[in-house]
């Protein structure tokens, strides 16, 4: 669904992106982790163009993306970020409708409809009139994860969904992201939830000096760590 | 009343000396109530308040297409930029550069004796330099609220595939709205008290009013006095009224 080729990205003289390579397929759900600074966000912002790459190729649905049509390929790509970004001057269900609504996808009603029925799905029913603020970080965030999905999207891109959060509000944006991913959404995350990363992903993804160094199902990631920057890294956060 | 005034100015004339209550009403009188001069002083304030709301609203308007300019030129990618917008906004910045960098008065002095040196429109030459003056001014005002908006909003709005534009008039501009509106109100005020300059172009308002009525009774003290309580009643009630306006802001802004 995505191929990424060769991607790079600098910022300055500092070169984050070595040259990705990557496949994302039709239902992966793909963790990514590595050290701080490693570039793992930057990926995945260049993924949907919100960084720009300098180098390499990045193809969605056989297309590449460029600037030309990037409106067009952001609406099948979904992204949630660290900090919710919620719009605060509009309620939760016109947060959810403004972009279906104005981009001609639905008429308002059936936006309506539709952002109730995924605002029951997470039993947020209650809180469609109310503004973000009187929302708590969890709520928020699977708010945000909604907006992103009354889009329809083929892929979710999650930027440390969890990592503005009060541990006691990461669990229930953890089950939301599960629920998407045995449902069959594609999803890409970076986040540092290990047990998450166990759990639900079929790759883990860990990025180092700017290039890919392990691509490997769940088990065999932690299970027998052969890269000495992987074993040093895991050694730390597990 | 009257009798009294033509009695004591007879008095006057005759070179009698007129004790401090006597002289007080003949100045008092002459500067506001002889011949109804009250009503120039009104229609002064009338003008005053028509060449403010017309510069305000040059202003505004002129103050917005320029921070749209300016802030679309300053988010544009680097290696993407566009030439139009880049010398657009090279316009903009000469004209607040040079707006803010040179005097009201010169300003208005050149708009009037050079760009229209022909016309005899005064009133509305200094409405429309006290615009252009102000647009510059509310260009800043519009670009710093455009800027405070988290940048995560922009991105949020963009990565849902809205465009630049739609995300701008959606989700930036609405919440950029709170901060820029009590700083324009202020602005309101400052030009309320700059229109008076535009009496040195022969602008009608509320100074030239006293002034006319100084040129014809050699008195100044109670015109000007006059013409400075009017500005301060009424910078007191704007201030009063946009004190209030920001309460409500702020309220709302707690739900």
């Given at each position: 669904?995505?191929?990424?080729?060769?991607?790079?990205?600098?910022?300055?003289?500092?070169?984050?992106?070595?040259?990705?390579?990557?496949?994302?397929?039709?239902?992966?759900?793909?963790?990514?982790?590595?050290?701080?600074?490693?570039?793992?966000?930057?990926?995945?912002?260049?993924?949907?163009?919100?960084?720009?790459?300098?180098?390499?190729?990045?193809?969605?649905?056989?297309?590449?993306?460029?600037?030309?049509?990037?409106?067009?390929?952001?609406?099948?790509?979904?992204?949630?970020?660290?900090?919710?970004n919620?719009f605060p001057?509009?309620?939760?269900?016109?947060?959810?409708?403004?972009?279906?609504?104005?981009?001609?996808?639905?008429?308002?009603?059936?936006?309506?409809?539709?952002?109730?029925?995924?605002?029951?799905?997470?039993?947020?029913?209650?809180?469609?009139?109310?503004?973000?603020?009187?929302?708590?970080?969890?709520?928020?965030?699977?708010?945000?994860?909604?907006?992103?999905?009354?889009?329809?999207?083929?892929?979710?891109?999650?930027?440390?969904?969890?990592?503005?959060?009060?541990?006691?509000?990461?669990?229930?944006?953890?089950?939301?992201?599960?629920?998407?991913?045995?449902?069959?959404?594609?999803?890409?995350?970076?986040?540092?939830?290990?047990?998450?990363?166990?759990?639900?992903?079929?790759?883990?993804?860990?990025?180092?000096?700017?290039?890919?160094?392990?691509?490997?199902?769940?088990?065999?990631?932690?299970?027998?760590?052969?890269?000495?920057?992987?074993?040093?890294?895991?050694?730390?956060?597990? | 009343?009257?009798?009294?005034?033509?009695?004591?100015?007879?008095?006057?004339?005759?070179?009698?000396?007129?004790?401090?209550?006597?002289?007080?009403?003949?100045?008092?009188?002459?500067?506001?109530?002889?011949?109804?001069?009250?009503?120039?002083?009104?229609?002064?304030?009338?003008?005053?308040?028509?060449?403010?709301?017309?510069?305000?609203?040059?202003?505004?308007?002129?103050?917005?297409?320029?921070?749209?300019?300016?802030?679309?030129?300053?988010?544009?990618?680097?290696?993407?930029?566009?030439?139009?917008?880049?010398?657009?906004?090279?316009?903009?910045?000469?004209?607040?550069?040079?707006?803010?960098?040179?005097?009201?008065?010169?300003?208005?002095?050149?708009?009037?004796?050079?760009?229209?040196?022909?016309?005899?429109?005064?009133?509305?030459?200094?409405?429309?330099?006290?615009?252009?003056?102000?647009?510059?001014?509310?260009?800043?005002?519009?670009?710093?609220?455009?800027?405070?908006v988290d940048p995560g909003q922009m991105e949020a709005g963009?990565?849902?595939?809205?465009?630049?534009?739609?995300t701008?008039?959606?989700i930036i501009?609405?919440q950029?709205?709170?901060?820029?509106?009590?700083?324009?109100?202020?602005?309101?005020?400052?030009?309320?008290?700059?229109?008076?300059?535009?009496?040195?172009?022969?602008?009608?308002?509320?100074?030239?009013?006293?002034?006319?009525?100084?040129?014809?009774?050699?008195?100044?003290?109670?015109?000007?006095?006059?013409?400075?309580?009017?500005?301060?009643?009424?910078?007191?009630?704007?201030?009063?009224?946009?004190?209030?306006?920001?309460?409500?802001?702020?309220?709302?802004?707690?739900?």
């Amino acid at each position: 669904m995505i191929d990424v080729k060769g991607l790079k990205k600098n910022y300055g003289g500092l070169q984050v992106l070595k040259g990705v390579d990557l496949t994302i397929n039709k239902g992966d759900c793909v963790v990514l982790v590595g050290p701080s600074g490693c570039g793992k966000s930057t990926f995945l912002r260049c993924l949907n163009r919100l960084e720009e790459p300098d180098g390499g190729h990045i193809i969605f649905n056989g297309k590449e993306v460029t600037d030309h049509d990037i409106d067009h390929v952001r609406q099948k790509m979904g992204m949630v970020f660290q900090h919710f970004n919620l719009f605060p001057h509009l309620t939760v269900k016109k947060n959810i409708t403004l972009a279906p609504v104005r981009l001609g996808l639905m008429k308002q009603p059936e936006a309506d409809a539709k952002a109730m029925e995924l605002l029951e799905r997470i039993g947020l029913a209650d809180k469609a009139d109310t503004y973000p603020n009187m929302l708590s970080g969890g709520q928020k965030q699977r708010i945000a994860i909604v907006r992103a999905l009354a889009m329809n999207p083929d892929v979710l891109l999650f930027d440390e969904p969890t990592s503005a959060l009060d541990p006691e509000m990461v669990g229930e944006v953890l089950e939301l992201m599960k629920e998407l991913a045995r449902g069959g959404m594609t999803m890409v995350c970076v986040t540092h939830e290990m047990g998450f990363a166990r759990e639900v992903a079929n790759r883990i993804i860990f990025i180092d000096e700017g290039v890919v160094k392990v691509d490997k199902p769940p088990k065999e990631f932690f299970a027998n760590p052969e890269n000495e920057r992987l074993k040093a890294f895991l050694s730390k956060v597990l | 009343m009257e009798a009294q005034f033509e009695a004591l100015s007879e008095l006057a004339k005759s070179g009698e000396k007129l004790n401090f209550g006597q002289d007080f009403f003949v100045k008092f009188y002459q500067a506001f109530l002889y011949s109804d001069r009250w009503q120039q002083y009104i229609k002064g304030v009338g003008t005053t308040l028509l060449v403010t709301a017309i510069a305000l609203v040059l202003g505004v308007l002129l103050g917005a297409i320029v921070a749209m300019i300016r802030v679309g030129h300053a988010q544009q990618k680097p290696h993407h930029r566009n030439p139009i917008l880049g010398v657009l906004n090279a316009v903009c910045k000469v004209y607040v550069t040079v707006i803010r960098g040179t005097p009201m008065m010169v300003q208005l002095l050149i708009m009037s004796m050079v760009i229209f040196a022909s016309s005899r429109n005064f009133t509305m030459v200094g409405a429309l330099a006290l615009g252009i003056n102000s647009g510059a001014y509310v260009s800043e005002i519009i670009r710093g609220g455009l800027m405070a908006v988290d940048p995560g909003q922009m991105e949020a709005g963009r990565s849902l595939g809205l465009n630049y534009m739609t995300t701008m008039f959606e989700i930036i501009i609405p919440q950029a709205i709170r901060s820029i509106l009590p700083s324009l109100g202020n602005e309101f005020i400052m030009l309320l008290k700059d229109s008076s300059l535009i009496t040195v172009i022969g602008g009608k308002e509320l100074l030239y009013a006293a002034q006319g009525i100084m040129n014809r009774t050699y008195e100044a003290m109670f015109p000007l006095l006059g013409v400075a309580a009017v500005y301060l009643v009424l910078v007191m009630l704007f201030s009063a009224l946009l004190a209030k306006f920001e309460r409500r802001l702020a309220q709302s802004d707690r739900r």
